[in-house]
């Protein structure tokens, strides 16, 4: 609204709105409370206010005539509060805590002397779900950036008329994720993501459901596939591509090789025809003007569409220069490869070296079985991007020189391990725990721990760490990728031939 005169301003305003200027500072409080006899009047405060806003002087410091309550006991008695299995075990064992269920949990990790006890303010939810964050393993130490992002906390844009949504995972929310970003788009049956480019390379895996791609290259050499649960798609910086639903929907995950991309930042094609002149437009395209008269004012980004035909060979238009060459296409059927299985549950890699377009993007989908545990490894030369799709699991990332942090991981969190952090990641639930691991490199790589050792002089190891010869004999030669392990996790007398 406009006011004329600040007087009408004045006399519009609503009586309990503050006037023009700065709230009362306290020194013109207290002069107001020696004036005035009694309480400190709230002369702004709403119809049915009551109090004042400050205290009095008086509250500043030691004052002896207002005692301070220093005897009554916050502590919790163990009597409301339950422990977990393991709760109470060698705080360096450092066993999973499952607080999902106890009544109260409490930050206690180990059982010799003093535990803490948390008497609030606390979201207790919040504690549950990171009870390696909440009662830490006595291994973690110092300080390590965090490493979790639940996109549970991103905000959801949500595309026109329910079409669909998208919510994502970058620098501004996980400060360390600087050489990946990631998005959770959700399309609608028949929606799509629209007509677009944009500055980063795109590597994307299908979550549920399927949809349909379309892409143009810089040769004139064209792109349609169907793709579903489990394959990939990359669309190279600037080229131009859309998504489109079939009639299941879909679902899928999106990571970009710059950690400060943003969804909301890309080249569609509803603002490039906004954002021309028509007679510009209309001379580009060897039209009349009115050709533009339906086009969408504001961005499509997410909409219905109508259903993409059943038979691909319709949605397939090529020119002289034809279809993008299998060498070169954006689409791998991930989905159809089949896993490589070690005990404690598969694997699958995808690099340039199947998936050539893809020049950095390196991907393992890891099914780790309850109870077990993709190795400790590190990658050499890459910042590690995750993604939990089903399932959960813990994973601590050591940070030399001496440093390292456990955090839990559920479906849908997403994960950041800095290159050259050591890691691994341990099924805590009592269902396969199922995740992505991307890497910004040509050839997906890891060394794996217990293959390092294996490959090194008995003697050297036994010198380091004062193995026995049984356990110097168990190392293997060869990447285990991930160890067995018993689904009770406080059990820590597994024996392999007990699964
Ligand atoms: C599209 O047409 C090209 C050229 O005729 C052909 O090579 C390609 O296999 C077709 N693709 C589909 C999905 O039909
Ligand atoms: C799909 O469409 C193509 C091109 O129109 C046609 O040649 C082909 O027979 C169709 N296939 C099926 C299964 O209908
Ligand atoms: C897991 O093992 C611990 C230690 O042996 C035992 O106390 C606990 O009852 C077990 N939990 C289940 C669910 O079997």
Redo the contacts with the bound molecule.
Sequence with gaps: MFYRSLAAAALLAPAWAAPAGPVPAPAMLKARQSDAAGPVPTPYGPAGSSGSLRGPESLLGYNPSNPVDVDTSIDIPPADFELAPGQTADKDLGLYLDLSTVKNPQPIRGGSGKVPTDPGPRNTPMDRQNSDLFAPPGTDAGDVPNAKWPLALSHNRHGLNGAGFARQQSVRELPISTAMAGVDMRLEPNAYRELHWHKANEWSLLLKGSARLTAVNENGESFVDDLQEGDVWYFPAGIPHAIQAMESGVEFLLVFDDGSFSEDNTFLVSELFERNPTSVLAKDLRVDTTAFDNIPEGELYIFEGTPAPK????S?VTGPAGSIPPSGTYSYHWSQQPAYEVPGGNVKILDPLTFPVAKNFAAALFTVKPGAMRELHWHTTSDEWNYIISGQGRLTVFVAPESSRTFDFRAGDVGYVPVPDAHYLENTGTEDLVYLEVLQAGVYNDISVAQWLGLTPKQVVKDHLGFSEDTLNRLPQVKPFILPGHKNLTDTNYKEESE
Aim: negative net charge.
């Design positions: 038979n691909i060979s319709e397939n």
